[in-house]
C-alpha cells in the first residue's frame, strides 16, 4: 500500500484479518498507520512494545439485545453496542449513535478515530463509542423513551464518571441524553452528573456543549486561514447537513462575518444566496423536526435541489458536516477546481481517502475530523469539570475555553506536520500528536 512501510502494512493487513466485514474500521486505521512510519523510524521501542497492535485492538467490546414496545404494543429487538477502545489518557469517553446503519464496524471506527481526538485536546480522557441500530426517526416520545431505558438496563453496568461517560452523537439529542440519564439514576439509585454528557442545562449539562462541535470547527478553520495569511470575513462557504454540528457551524461562520450559501440533508440540498437564515433552519430542524425542503417553502429567495450534489456549488470553504465518506474524490476535484481553500471536516471521516488525497496535493488546507471537530467532546469534558466541581459556568467562559483548546489543538497539529517533515499536512500532524500521547501513557504502564 502507498505511503506505509512494510512493518505498518503487516499490522494492517493483521487488523483487516481479525476484524473482517469492517470496512471502516479498516479506513480508520489505515489512515492513521499510513503517518505513523517517521514515528517508529524516530522511536523503535514502540514497535517493540508493540503499541500500534494495542492501540488497534479494543480494551473492551459489549454487544447486546434491546427488545423494546412501540405504541401499538409490537415488540422490537434492536443490538445495542459499546466499544470501550482506549482508557491510557483517562475514562472511555464518546458519543452514542442511534442509526438504522450501525453495526460494530461504524461503531469501532468512531471509537478509534476518539481516541485520537481525545488524545488532542489535551484533556483527561480515553476514547469510546457506543450506539444501536435503532432508527428515532418517525417515532414518538413515549417511544424513544422505552427504547433508552432497555437500552440503559444492559449499559448502565458499564458505565461511570471514572470508567466510561457517553454524550450524544447522530440520533442522540438531549431528548435521548434525559431518558437515558433518569434510566440510570433509577437503577444505580445515585445522581451521578458525571456519568454522561449533553445534559440538559437544568439538570448537569453544560452551556456552549450544543454549539461546541459546529463552534469548534469553524474556530479550527479560522485558524488554518491565519496560518496563510487569510480570515474568514467574506468568504463564500457551503456546509453539509443540517444537524446540531452543520447548524452551529453555520452560525459561527456568519458570525465571523462569512456566508454560507448551502446546507443538506439525504433529500438534496438548500441553496440560499443571501446567506442561510439559522434561525428559520433551527425552527426546521431542531423544534420541528422536518426535512430540509421546509426551509425553502418558507424562504421564497432559496430553493431546494433534490437529489443535489451540494459539492457541485463554488466556494472558497468547505466544510463537511453530516456523516462519513460524503465527500469522495471526484466532489474534492470539483471544490478545487471551483476555488475552494480550505476544508474542514465537520464530521467523522466524511472525506474519502481519495478525497483527501487531492486536496493534499493541491495544497488545500485540510481540518481533518479528529482535530477540526474535537470542540463537542472538549465541552463535554469541561461538562465533566463542572459536575465535579459542583459548578456552573458561563457561555462566554465555557466558549473562551473552547476557542482556546481549538488554537491549541492546531498548534500541536501544525507544529507536529513541521517536526515529521510535513508542513501544513494536519492529517499527518493529527495522527502523530495523538497518538505520540497516547503511546507514551501506555509504555508508562507497561504491558498491560
Known amino acids: 500500500m502507498a505511503g506505509m512501510d512494510e512493518k505498518l502494512e503487516g499490522i494492517y493487513s493483521d487488523i483487516v484479518r481479525r476484524n473482517a466485514g469492517e470496512a471502516e474500521f479498516h ?125 440503559m438496563t444492559e449499559l448502565y453496568r458499564h458505565l461511570g464518571e471514572y470508567r466510561d461517560v457517553p454524550a450524544g452523537d447522530i440520533g442522540v439529542g438531549a431528548r435521548e ?16 452528573s458525571g456519568v454522561l454528557t449533553g445534559k440538559g442545562l437544568g439538570w448537569g449539562g453544560s452551556l456552549v456543549r450544543t454549539e461546541a462541535t459546529g463552534y469548534g470547527a469553524v474556530y ?11 480570515t474568514l470575513d467574506g468568504k463564500r462557504c457551503i456546509v453539509s447537513g443540517s444537524g446540531n454540528v452543520a447548524i452551529y457551524t453555520i452560525d459561527k461562520l456568519q458570525h465571523l462575518g462569512a456566508t454560507v450559501v448551502a446546507c443538506s440533508d ?17 425552527q426546521i430542524k431542531e423544534v420541528e423536526r422536518l426535512r430540509l425542503t421546509a426551509y425553502a417553502d418558507r424562504r421564497p429567495a432559496s430553493r431546494f435541489v433534490p437529489g443535489g450534489n451540494i459539492w457541485e456549488i463554488p466556494c472558497e470553504v468547505a466544510m ?4 462519513q465518506n460524503e465527500l469522495n474524490g471526484r466532489d474534492a476535484a470539483t471544490l478545487v477546481k471551483n476555488g475552494c481553500i480550505a476544508v ?11 478525497g483527501v488525497k487531492i486536496f493534499l ?9 479528529k482535530a477540526c471537530n474535537a470542540g463537542g467532546v472538549a465541552t463535554s469534558a469541561l461538562e465533566m469539570q463542572q459536575n465535579a466541581s459542583r459548578d456552573s459556568w458561563t457561555f462566554e467562559y465555557t466558549e473562551q475555553r473552547l476557542a482556546q483548546i481549538m488554537r491549541d489543538i492546531h498548534r500541536t497539529c501544525y507544529a507536529t506536520a513541521e517536526t515529521y517533515g510535513a508542513p501544513g499536512n494536519y492529517v499527518l500532524g493529527a495522527n502523530i500528536a495523538g497518538f505520540i500521547r497516547v503511546a507514551e501513557a501506555m509504555v508508562a504502564f507497561g504491558v498491560v
Open 27 to 151: 479506513q480508520a486505521a489505515r489512515e492513521v498507520l499510513e503517518s505513523l512510519g517517521p514515528v517508529l523510524a524516530k522511536r523503535p521501542e514502540l514497535a517493540e512494545m508493540k503499541i500500534i497492535e494495542r492501540i488497534c485492538e479494543p480494551e473492551r467490546q459489549v454487544i447486546f439485545r434491546v427488545p423494546w414496545q412501540d405504541d401499538s404494543g409490537e415488540v422490537h429487538v434492536n443490538r445495542g453496542f459499546r466499544v470501550q477502545f482506549n482508557s491510557a489518557l483517562g475514562p472511555y469517553k464518546g458519543g452514542l449513535r442511534f442509526h438504522p446503519s450501525v453495526y460494530l464496524g461504524i461503531i469501532k471506527f468512531l471509537g478509534f478515530e476518539q481516541i485520537f481526538k481525545n488524545a488532542l485536546t489535551g484533556l483527561p480522557i480515553g476514547g469510546a463509542k457506543g450506539g444501536s441500530d435503532f432508527d428515532p426517526k418517525g417515532r414518538t416520545d413515549t417511544e424513544v423513551m422505552r427504547f433508552c431505558q432497555s437500552f
Open 177 to 192: 441524553i434525559g431518558y437515558l440519564f433518569g434510566m440510570y439514576k433509577r437503577i444505580t439509585n445515585n445522581y451521578e
Open 220 to 230: 479550527f478553520v479560522q485558524e488554518m486561514l491565519k496560518a496563510r495569511g487569510e
Open 266 to 282: 439525504s433529500d438534496g440540498y438548500v441553496l440560499d444566496e443571501g446567506g442561510i437564515d439559522v434561525a428559520l433552519l433551527k
Open 320 to 323: 463537511p458536516s453530516a456523516t
Open 344 to 354: 474542514g471536516e465537520g464530521a467523522n471521516m466524511p472525506t474519502t481517502p481519495d
Open 361 to 369: 496535493d493541491a495544497g488545500v488546507p485540510f481540518g481533518v475530523g
